[in-house]
Structures are given as C-alpha cells and as structure tokens.
T-cell receptor
Framework: RKEVEQDPGPFNVPEGATVAFNCTYS??????FFWYRQDCRKEPKLLMS???SGYEDGRFTAQLNRASQYISLLIRDSKLSDSATYLC?????????FGTGTRLQVFP | NAGVTQTPKFRVLKTGQSMTLLCAQD?????MYWYRQDPGMGLRLIHY???????AKGEVPDGYNVSRLKKQNFLLGLESAAPSQTSVYFC??????????????????FGPGTRLTVL
C-alpha cells in the first residue's frame, strides 16, 4: 500500500465548477500536510498547508481529518488557469512523501 | 536571487556511462533533497541531506550517490547508468522541517528539473 494515495483523475470540469480532491495517508505519526501544484513539465510548488481546523485561501479550501487520516482540497469557481496536477504531501520527520497527484483539466 | 538551479537541464547517456547532476541554492537552506519523477509513480525521494557534510538514503537510493560538501550545493551521481534511471530528476531545498505536529511549516523549493534519458 502506498503511503499517500490519491485518485489520479483526470478530473475534467467546466469553468466555474466546484471540484474536490481527496487523499489518504497511512502513517498516523505524520506531522504536517500540504497540497502542492505541478504544471505540465514544471516543478512542484506549494499551494497551501493543511490544518485540522481547515484552511481557506480565496477559492481554495483544504481540510485535514487526523482520525480518518484523510486530506481534502476543494476548489470553487474553477478557472482555466487551475488546470494542473495537484499533489497531496505528507511530512514524516525530515522527509516529504508525495502522492502520485490528481490531474485537473478545466475547460471553457 | 536564483532560488534552486539544476545543471544540466537535459542529458542523454548510454548504458554504463556516469554523470553528476548539480543542484545549487542561494537561500541558505539547511535541507536539500533529490527526487525522481516517473509517470504513474509520483515523486520519489532518492537521497537527502539535513546539513553540510551529511547525507541520508531515501526511498529509492540504489544506483545513486550524493555529496554535500558545501551548504549551497548537493550533487547526485550515477556511477553506471541504466535504462531504469531514465526519469525527470528534481532537486529541492528547505529550512528544517518542523518536528512537532502543527509546528511552523517550511516550504520545499524545487529546481526546474533535469530530464535524463539512458539508452
């Protein structure tokens, strides 16, 4: 079983749609949690950190459920520029463990 | 401020050849990492370093060696390249990652990647 699991997608949604990504992790001792974004043939970049209390940044909301070992990312009012791969990331001591990513394609 | 840079950007090797990938960062980060990314596999950690002169193995270290002689540089070596090492290699750096749950989060900054093909 992979340490971080994500639905690979792709998710094809129209502009303005709301889309949700889910992620599960296996190590209950994991300390911190993140979503990274990766554009095609580019390097990953931090999108946002994830807290148990939830975190909202504009159209993006991330949530952590430690009991279920589950992380989510909600994107509201999708834009064409949101098309990318979204990576669920878990920190274990000095290392980040990356999920394989969920690909999002927003169409006009 | 260049951030994280990687040299070279592209390389084609023949099986059995050796090469070194260079990663450099100008953000004074203590931690540096080498990952490889393959289709359907996501980013996998090869080796990492938590400070000058120290290195540690990641998830997929076999066939690779690393050195961190200077804080700003992290070298990844392939002694005898194999076709299975065809991949995109990313270097990253960060301040120390928080050891306490909910503690301050330190972002990993990635270089632009090196596309390596081994024939």
């Amino acid at each position: 079983r992979k340490e971080v699991e994500q639905d690979p997608g792709p998710f094809n949604v129209p502009e303005g749609a709301t889309v949700a990504f889910n992620c599960t992790y296996s190590n209950s001792a994991s300390q911190s949690f993140f979503w990274y974004r990766q554009d095609c043939r580019k390097e990953p970049k931090l999108l946002m950190s994830v807290y148990s209390s939830g975190y909202e940044d504009g159209r993006f909301t991330a949530q952590l459920n430690r009991a279920s070992q589950y992380i989510s990312l909600l994107i509201r009012d999708s834009k064409l520029s949101d098309s990318a791969t979204y990576l669920c990331v878990v920190q274990n001591t000095d290392k980040l463990i990356f999920g394989t990513g969920t690909r999002l394609q927003v169409f006009p | 401020n260049a951030g994280v840079t990687q040299t070279p950007k592209f390389r084609v090797l023949k099986t059995g050849q050796s090469m070194t990938l260079l990663c450099a960062q100008d953000m004074n980060h203590e931690y540096m990492y080498w990952y490889r990314q393959d289709p359907g596999m996501g980013l996998r950690l090869i080796h990492y370093s938590v400070g000058e002169g120290t290195t540690a193995k990641g998830e997929v270290p076999d066939g690779y060696n690393v050195s961190r002689l200077k804080k700003q540089n992290f070298l990844l070596g392939l002694e005898s390249a194999a076709p299975s090492q065809t991949s995109v290699y990313f270097c990253a750096s960060s301040y120390p990652l928080a050891r306490v749950a909910g503690g301050p989060h330190n972002e990993q900054f990635f270089g632009p990647g090196t596309r390596l093909t081994v024939l």
